[in-house]
Structure formats: C-alpha cells, structure tokens
C-alpha cells in the first residue's frame, strides 16, 4: 500500500509502519516475474484478524456491495496465489495484474529496483541512482520498475482468474486488468476486445482497460488515453463486448 509522502512527512518515525527486514516484500526482485510467479508470494506472517462489518454498513462499488473501499491496484497481484493472499490480509478491491490475448515475456531482469531520492521526486528529474541496500523503514522506501506486461496464455488464465475468484470472501471483487497487444498484420483494437472478453469468460467482476500505456498500435504516439477517437472506439467496443461487467478506464496524467 502506497502513502502518500505529504502524509509521511508529517510523521515521526516511530509513527511510520514496519518495514524490512521485519516485513520483507512479498515479491523478490532478485528473481524473474516469472520465478515470482510461480514460487510466490513469499509471505510468513500472520494474518490479521477481521471482523466483518454488518453487510448494511457496506458501500456501492459499481453496483457490488463491500466491505471497505481498500484494495490493491494492477501490478503486484500477480495471480491467484497472490489475489488470495490479499483478500486474507483486508483488501477488498483486488486487481488481477494486466493480461494480454496470449501469452507474452517480460522484460529480464531487473525489472525493479530500489531509488535513492529523499522526499517527493521533482518532475524536472533527470538522473535517478539506484539504492544498493534495501530501505529499512517506508519513510526512505521508493522504487521504479519496467516490466513490459508480461502475461500467460489464455488457458491458464482462464483457470487462474476463476481460482481467484473462488477465493475472495463475501464483500469483496475480483478486478481483471487487460490490455491490448501490437502484433504485425492484427487488429489492436480487436485484440483489446478480444482481451477483456477473456477477462470476462475468465468471471472477472469488473475489467480496467489500461489506455496507460504505449501499447496504442496505429492509433497514437506514446499512450493511448491522449488519442481521443481510439479510445473512445475501444471503449464502446469493450462496453459492447462484455454487456453489463462494469468497466474501468485507467488514464495517464
């Protein structure tokens, strides 16, 4: 969970959550997105315990009624094993990591590190340097990564959307991030189609249509939300695709 450094500054340290090396991260950036995936999370804590409020008290998410309006944005819940494991830890709105129409590498490693920068990162920054040590405490904790949306194929996400959702308690969503793929001689406003109809097969609560990237084929330079014909055709297609699933737009700024 991210907080907001206008917010930590205000803090005394001993205010600040724990960190390493009593919490380490739940995903190792010494190994592969895919070691990751297939060996994490890597989490031996306990779990905290949770009352569950009274189901009148829960609030409107698109149409849906939960717990709490806490949860977990596209990138770190890199499949079920890890969609379930923050349902455990109180995260109601769990967002299933962006998938592709097929399967798709990542970038190699490194695809994160940590960044030494004391305080908010000025937007006129042109040199970031790496911090060799992990931070100990949240107040020093920053980071930057590059992924390149890796994705497995369909057919295991079929199966692995389904088990996260099957994990999710009562009051709680499962969210499917998808994204459209450029690919010589296809139709990448198809294959966003084609992309969160998987999603929705897959019975994904609500989709988010990642228009935050620079995946935009023929149809811009840079990122797809700042061409507003494309996205508005893909959206209508989206919306045309998967009926009465609520769907998100993710916008860069």
Excluded at 4 to 14: F, G
Excluded at 58 to 72: A, T
Excluded at 74 to 83: D, T
Excluded at 118 to 135: I, W
Aim: glycine share 8%.
């Amino acid at each position: 969970m991210r907080i907001p450094y206008t917010i930590l500054k205000h803090m005394h340290a001993s205010q600040l959550p724990p960190w390493y090396p009593d919490h380490p991260p739940i995903y190792d950036i010494q190994k592969s997105y895919i070691e990751n995936a297939e060996e994490g999370p890597f989490f031996d804590g306990s779990f905290p315990p949770r009352i569950t409020p009274p189901k009148d008290t829960w609030i409107d998410f698109l149409g849906y009624k939960i717990m709490s309006p806490l949860g977990v944005p596209a990138g770190p819940l890199l499949n079920s094993k890890y969609i379930a494991l923050a349902s455990k830890l109180g995260f109601d709105i769990l967002t299933y990591k962006t998938i592709r129409s097929r399967a798709h590498d990542t970038h190699p490693v490194p695809n994160m590190i940590y960044i030494d920068v004391d305080g908010q990162l000025p937007r006129n920054a042109q040199t970031l340097h790496q911090k060799e040590r992990q931070p100990s405490d949240m107040e020093h904790l920053a980071v930057t990564n590059s992924f390149g949306m890796g994705c497995y194929g369909p057919e295991y996400l079929l199966e692995d959307i389904a088990k996260a959702k099957a994990s999710l308690a009562g009051g709680q969503v499962l969210n499917v991030s998808v994204v459209g793929t450029q690919r010589q001689g296809e139709d990448f406003i198809q294959d966003f189609v084609n992309t969160a109809t998987l999603a929705k097969e897959a019975g994904a609560d609500v989709i988010t249509a990642n228009f935050s990237c620079p995946n935009v084929g023929k149809h811009a330079e840079g990122s797809l939300y700042m061409n507003p014909e494309a996205a508005g055709e893909i959206a209508t297609k989206i919306v045309r695709s998967i009926g009465d699933v609520p769907l998100i737009i993710k916008m860069g700024y």
